[in-house]
């Protein structure tokens, strides 16, 4: 049953501390996408990648966050320095294109607090 | 500007019943359609797709349905049960989106016994 798998699955940090959460993707899948659920904004994407290369993160607050995948099997989302309005639920998903379509299969998500 | 929209935060249907979820889009060039469901704690779950060609899709109790020159997507769970009871998420990609998925913000389904 192959499966998104994220670490942590909560995280509880203070203020200006750095933040780094994994994501290991399905096997095979050359996708690659980090997004982030609030109340008020709902499910926004952050940044994504195919083929390790990044597409578009144009999503991300670019002085504070940054995403890479230093290999097929980990993607990496680094916060520094944290902030309270940080505090969210991020998922990461993983798909492969067929043809022009393309289906996302998500992880657990962390859920991340900054005090 | 919100491309992708869920006008009903929550629905509440009996067990038994058709439970019917809306979606509204205003991007035509959008050719894939999905359904998410996500249960509290748990990422979201792919449900169901539709592409643009087809105007209906069916996999067990959940069919979507497609209306192009309404821009109009809805997804009929038949019967509910319980442990339908999430938020259900549609999602559209296509056209100058590439890759990403536009997410709706959610409608909250409680079916009770």
């Known amino acids: 049953d192959a499966r998104v798998t994220q670490t942590p699955r909560h995280k509880v940090t203070e203020m200006g501390q750095e933040v780094t959460m994994r994501c290991q993707p399905i096997l095979g899948h050359n996708t690659v996408f980090w997004y982030r659920q609030t109340m008020m904004q709902g499910l926004e994407l952050l940044a994504y990648f195919r083929n390790r290369a990044p597409l578009d993160d144009s999503g991300m607050p670019k002085d504070r966050f940054s995403a890479e995948m230093p290999d097929a099997t980990l993607a990496t989302l680094k916060i520094q320095p944290s902030e309270p309005r940080d505090s969210a639920v991020y998922f990461c998903?993983?798909?492969?294109?067929?043809?022009?379509?393309?289906?996302?299969?998500f992880g657990p998500g962390t859920r991340l607090l900054v005090l | 500007d919100q491309q992708v929209k869920q006008n009903s935060p929550s629905l509440s249907v009996q067990e038994g019943r058709i439970s019917i979820l809306n979606c509204d889009y205003t991007?035509?060039?959008?050719?894939?359609f999905l359904w998410y469901k996500k249960y509290p704690a748990e990422g979201p779950t792919f449900l169901i797709s539709?592409?643009?060609?087809?105007d209906k899709n069916e996999d067990g109790r959940f069919t979507v349905f497609l209306n192009k020159s309404a821009k109009h997507l809805s997804l009929h769970i038949v019967p509910s049960q319980p442990g339908d009871s999430a938020v259900y998420f549609c999602a559209a990609s296509g056209g100058n989106q590439g890759g990403k998925l536009i997410f709706g913000q959610g409608t909250e389904l409680s079916v009770k016994p």
């Open positions: 991007n035509s060039m959008f050719d894939y």
């Open positions: 539709i592409s643009s060609i087809k």
């Open positions: 998903a993983s798909g492969i294109r067929i043809g022009y379509q393309e289906t996302q299969y």
